[in-house]
Nanobody
Framework: EVQLVASGGGLVQPGGSLQLSCAASGFTFDDYTIGWFRQDPGKERVAVSCIDSTDGSTIYADSVKGRFTIFTNGATNIMYLQMNNLKSEDTAVYFC??????????????????RGKGTLVTVSS
């Protein structure tokens, strides 16, 4: 079964850090564009950060550049999102996704083949 399981969300004060994890099973990251997205109820899906399967390049939303880092552990098939200097506007439900054909922007627009359940990140004092 192809599956993604995300974890690591929680409550953190502004300026703090969190690390999200996304464990994949049933497939490997090599042939998939993978990434982190956020979507709150009633709002559109937003791509936070992705790793492009074609060349391994990383993509970040402008709002998180310099603060978030996406990386993977190939040995364990886990993807991470290191979130530093968190701001209140980062508060959202984050989920991980993967698709063998779509780019990150297409995953944002049209969805993805594999999507994990969300994990809530709350940035508040």
């Amino acid at each position: 079964e192809v599956q993604l399981v995300a974890s690591g969300g929680g409550l953190v004060q502004p300026g703090g850090s969190l690390q999200l994890s996304c464990a994949a099973s049933g497939f490997t990251f090599d042939d998939y564009t993978i990434g982190w997205f956020r979507q709150d109820p009633g709002k559109e899906r937003v791509a936070v950060s992705c790793i492009d399967s074609t060349d391994g390049s990383t993509i970040y939303a402008d709002s998180v550049k310099g603060r978030f880092t996406i990386f993977t552990n190939g040995a364990t098939n886990i993807m991470y999102l290191q979130m530093n200097n968190l701001k209140s506007e980062d508060t959202a439900v984050y989920f991980c996704g993967a698709d063998p054909d779509y780019t990150c922007s297409n995953m944002e627009l049209y969805g993805m083949e594999v999507r994990g359940k969300g994990t809530l990140v709350t940035v508040s004092s």
